[in-house]
């Protein structure tokens, strides 16, 4: 059976206006899709995405823009219900969005907690069921996760904890939706060098996460790029169809298990 492209294929991405979510949205258009759906969470992020969008179209994709919380369950439905409305089928759903969180254990108030896990756990979760409720045939999803759920450190008890339920969502969506031919993964970055990681890091713990990565020595910051990891995104939803409920860690060595 050959592996499945882009071309004329619809996606949906979350936190799809700016870094990683952005760098994806333009792959695939470079690729062939014929249709985005770009989500973003707040206000803050609506000129960004409007931008992301322009450019997109000028290069002849129909976009659609949609704003939401998706850890509100109707706000993931509607998402997904004016994704095939637009464009009548949808292929790919790509989830970039979450919080991050940095406290020692002590400190973390129980609105910490639950601002956490409503954002990386809960809305990961029904993002992943409302894509299998409605995905094509040979369709794909893919959460970005979070390479600290292999790290032993301190002050990221929340963070990668709210994550490490994707994980086990991943497999059993693979497992459920997998007679239909639909592959479910997630990628775990090393820290990326994009603002979402330099709003909590010291510059000691910055120098500390620079170098961390066995291959940190090749890399222009010793971070993470967004240039890493999309392409993987990329390959996961086209020739590496046949790689499913998997988490693949790709952070150059930071961490591994």
Same mark, same amino acid.
């Given at each position: 059976m050959s592996s499945p492209?882009?071309?004329?294929?619809? =996606? #949906?991405?979350?936190?799809?206006?700016?870094?990683?979510? @952005?760098?994806?949205?333009?792959?695939?258009?470079?690729?062939g899709v014929r249709g985005l759906v770009l989500h973003y969470n707040s206000d803050g992020s609506r000129d960004e995405t409007e931008r992301t969008a322009a450019a997109l179209k000028a290069k002849g994709v129909g976009v659609l823009t949609f704003q939401g919380d998706l850890s509100v369950v109707e706000n993931c439905v509607q998402l997904f219900d004016r994704a095939v409305s637009q464009f009548g089928e949808l292929n790919v759903a790509i989830n970039t969005a979450g919080v991050v969180i940095k406290k020692p254990i002590l400190q973390i108030t129980e609105a910490d907690y639950e601002k956490s896990f409503a954002a990386n756990s809960?809305?990961?979760?029904?993002?992943?069921?409302? =894509?299998?409720?409605?995905? @094509? +045939?040979?369709?794909?999803?893919?959460?970005i996760v979070s390479s600290l759920l292999? =790290?032993?450190?301190?002050?990221?008890? #929340?963070? !990668?904890?709210?994550?490490? !339920?994707? +994980?086990?969502y991943t497999r059993a969506a693979s497992k459920e939706f997998g007679a239909r031919g639909i592959s479910v993964n997630a990628i775990g970055p090393g820290p990326m060098d994009t603002p979402f990681f330099y709003g909590q890091e010291s510059k000691e713990s910055t120098a500390y996460h620079s170098s961390a990565a066995a291959l940190s020595g090749y890399s222009k910051k010793g971070l993470t790029d967004i240039e890493d990891i999309a392409p993987i995104v990329k390959f996961l939803v086209t020739e590496g169809w046949w790689i499913t409920g998997q988490t693949i860690f790709a952070n150059g060595g930071y961490t591994t298990r």
């Amino acid at each position: 059976m050959s592996s499945p492209t882009l071309k004329d294929k619809v =996606a #949906v991405i979350s936190g799809g206006g700016k870094n990683l979510g @952005a760098l994806i949205a333009h792959q695939f258009a470079d690729a062939g899709v014929r249709g985005l759906v770009l989500h973003y969470n707040s206000d803050g992020s609506r000129d960004e995405t409007e931008r992301t969008a322009a450019a997109l179209k000028a290069k002849g994709v129909g976009v659609l823009t949609f704003q939401g919380d998706l850890s509100v369950v109707e706000n993931c439905v509607q998402l997904f219900d004016r994704a095939v409305s637009q464009f009548g089928e949808l292929n790919v759903a790509i989830n970039t969005a979450g919080v991050v969180i940095k406290k020692p254990i002590l400190q973390i108030t129980e609105a910490d907690y639950e601002k956490s896990f409503a954002a990386n756990s809960k809305a990961a979760f029904f993002f992943i069921q409302q =894509a299998g409720r409605v995905l @094509a +045939e040979r369709g794909s999803i893919v959460t970005i996760v979070s390479s600290l759920l292999a =790290a032993y450190t301190d002050s990221y008890a #929340v963070y !990668p904890g709210s994550k490490a !339920p994707v +994980e086990h969502y991943t497999r059993a969506a693979s497992k459920e939706f997998g007679a239909r031919g639909i592959s479910v993964n997630a990628i775990g970055p090393g820290p990326m060098d994009t603002p979402f990681f330099y709003g909590q890091e010291s510059k000691e713990s910055t120098a500390y996460h620079s170098s961390a990565a066995a291959l940190s020595g090749y890399s222009k910051k010793g971070l993470t790029d967004i240039e890493d990891i999309a392409p993987i995104v990329k390959f996961l939803v086209t020739e590496g169809w046949w790689i499913t409920g998997q988490t693949i860690f790709a952070n150059g060595g930071y961490t591994t298990r």
